[in-house]
Every structure is written in C-alpha cells, then in structure tokens.
C-alpha cells in the first residue's frame, strides 16, 4: 500500500486534527481506516470532542392537521449547517415533545419517555403523579454512584380533567430519580404564574444547582432550590423598555435576551448579563438591526414581532422566527467564554420541502459522539 502524508504523524496528532471535524464528517472518517476508527472510538477521543464541540440547534415542527408533516431539523454550528432527521413513529402523534440538556422528552397523560438526544432508544419513565401538557422541563445531574442518569425536574404545565385541560390549577413540581423509578413531588410554581404557567409563557433555566422559571411576558422570576427543594420570593426581572425576553443560562453566566422597544429608534434585540444573587442587569450586546430585518416583516402590526423565539446553551443564543410564511429564519450569536463578546451570524435557510407547521419546538443541547456513531 502506498505510503500517505498520514503515515507520518503520530496518533496525539492524528487524533487533534480529527477532533476539529464536525461531528458527520467524524462519522464518516471512522470508515477510512482501522488506525482511524481506533483513535475515534478511544475514550480521550471522545472526551477531547465533548469539550470542544458547540451545542446543536434543534427544530421540531408539529401539524396538527396532518401529522405525517411532522419534521425535524438539527443545526450543527461546526459544518454551519442543517440536517434534516427522520421522523420516529413515536414524533407522528399529537404527544408533547422537547428536549433538554442532552435529553429529548414525550409527554403524554399516560406516560413519560426519554431518550438521548439522537438516539433511536426511548425508555419509559412511571406515569407523572400529574398529568399534564406543556410543562417546563430541566435535566441536572446529582452525585450518584448507582446511576449514570440525571434527575429530570417537571414544574408547571396545564392539567388534564379528562379530556379537557384546567389552565388555573397549580400542579406540584415532579423529579424523577432514576435509581427508583420514582417521582418526587415538591412546592409547585409561585401562584404569581398562574394562570399561563405553561411553556407557552415561561421559559426556564438550570444555572449553579437553581431551576429558574421566568415569564416571558410577566417578567416575573423565581428560583427554585434543588438541594434544599423551597422556590425563592417572585421578583420582577424587567430592563426599561422590554416587550419580552427570555431567561437563558450559558457557561458561566445567567443572560436575559429580548426585544426592547426604543422611543428613539426602531426596537432592538438586547442581551444582559444578570447577577442571579441582585438579578440586576447589565447590557452586553445588541443585534445588528440588519439581522433583526431579516427575522420579521416589515410591517407597522403591533405583534410582528410576536413569533421572535430565543433559545441557548453553551456559548450560543439562536433566535428565530416561528411563522411559516418567512420560513422559520435564524440567526445565531456566539459569545466569548472570556470577554462576553458576541459575533453575530444569520443561519443558512431549512432544507426544502419545509411543511407548514402549528406548533414549533425549539431547544439547544450538546450532541454526543457515541450516541451517533451507533445510531
């Protein structure tokens, strides 16, 4: 066999240079050779691709009407672009579906499921002692010998009375331990996000072991102790001017991003750093009003600016546009570990055909390797 430039390097180096792949790209270099797919399969590997991959981006499009509409699409910040999923029978339904933290989640009345972001595998949970529809989910893990798997945390969400959905009730907040099967019931949301304490109004954030719920219209706060399992005094989290925003928890930081509408000029995208013990706020970045163009219509409505959405993880902060007739424009903001400076980027288009959808989930999560590769 003829000797290539390859030959010659040594496996650390072999290794550095394949880490700086995109995950698909990765996949597919496993299948070069056994040298490769040795090195890509080792533990180091796998840990050196953890720390240095960026959160995906993941939209998840519902239709109501004509469920086999259904999709699904991953945005991969390495490769700058979309992948279009397949669509598991268990996504052809009307069920909830979301996901967090490296998990995705189907809710049902009846049950709770979960699987690794990009697995094929769902595991069924007990049912939830509540039911309920649209709740907030977190994921955070515990120091736990007996299970590699995290604590899920539920809280809020609509009832169901049979059939029907009851939006004034507080349901109490639900973890599930793994280790047992068990859900654990504890104090429900702060009566303050009644009613409209369902995901269609409150966002949440997990940052330095507190579940912060944050309404996105209310601008009302509270966080919820998980070690010590009490929700902290309702605050209000409002910078001058707000419209809405979104509560979002970063690497090291708690970040508030949302439009503010300015007297002088036209509204604007704004992100602050919040100091979660003050939950005073200080402006970071706003985006360039170019790429705010881009995400809505120009028109003089009052709520255009209605189907803005906002999601983050990592570094990354994405906001989009949910309404079909734009076709689900992005853009994306990648913030500086060290400084806080932010580099805006708009996103590539969805691959075509995009179906009209009624309902849009979003979320961010990072994308293991293993997962993957054996999918």
Known sequence: MEETNWDYFDSDLTELILSHLSIPSIIRSSLVCKSWQSIITSSSFRTRVLTRKRP?????GQN?????????FAFDPESY????????????????????????FTITPENFSFKPVLSDSWSQ?????????????????????????????VAGGASFIGN????????????????????????????????????????????????????????FVSSFDLEKRYWT???????????????????DRLILAGLCNNIETSPSFVIWKIDEKTLEFIEMEIMPQELLSC??????????????????????????????????????????????????RRL???PLPVNKFHKIVSFCSNVYLDVVRNN
């Open 295 to 344: 995400l809505f219509d120009s028109s003089d409505e009052d709520d255009r600016f209605a189907s803005l959405k906002c999601v983050g993880f990592g570094n990354l902060i994405y906001v989009f546009n949910e309404e079909h007739h734009k076709h689900y424009p992005a853009c994306v903001c990648e913030m500086s570990n060290y400084s806080g400076k932010c580099k805006w």
């Open 233 to 251: 005094s309702v605050q209000t989290l409002r910078p001058p001017g707000t419209l809405f925003s979104y509560l979002i928890s970063l690497h």
């Open 125 to 153: 949970t007990s049912p939830l002692i509540f039911s309920r529809c649209n709740p907030l989910l977190g994921v955070y893990d515990v120091p736990d010998k007996r299970s590699k798997l995290p604590r899920f945390i």
């Open 348 to 350: 590539p288009s969805l």
């Open 64 to 72: 109501n009407v004509f469920l086999k509409n259904n999709q699904v």
């Open 81 to 104: 672009e979309w992948i279009k999923l397949p669509v598991s029978a268990s996504l052809l339904s009307k069920d909830l579906f979301t996901g967090s933290n490296g998990f995705c």
């Open 56 to 60: 995906w981006f993941f939209l998840y």
């Open 164 to 219: 029907l959905v009851d939006l004034g009730d507080r349901l109490a907040v639900e973890i599930y331990n793994p280790n047992q099967d068990f859900w654990e019931l504890c104090p429900p949301l702060p009566a303050n996000f009644r009613p409209g304490n369902s995901s269609q109004w409150l966002c949440s954030a997990l940052f330095k072991r507190k579940f912060y719920v944050f309404g996105i219209y209310s601008f």
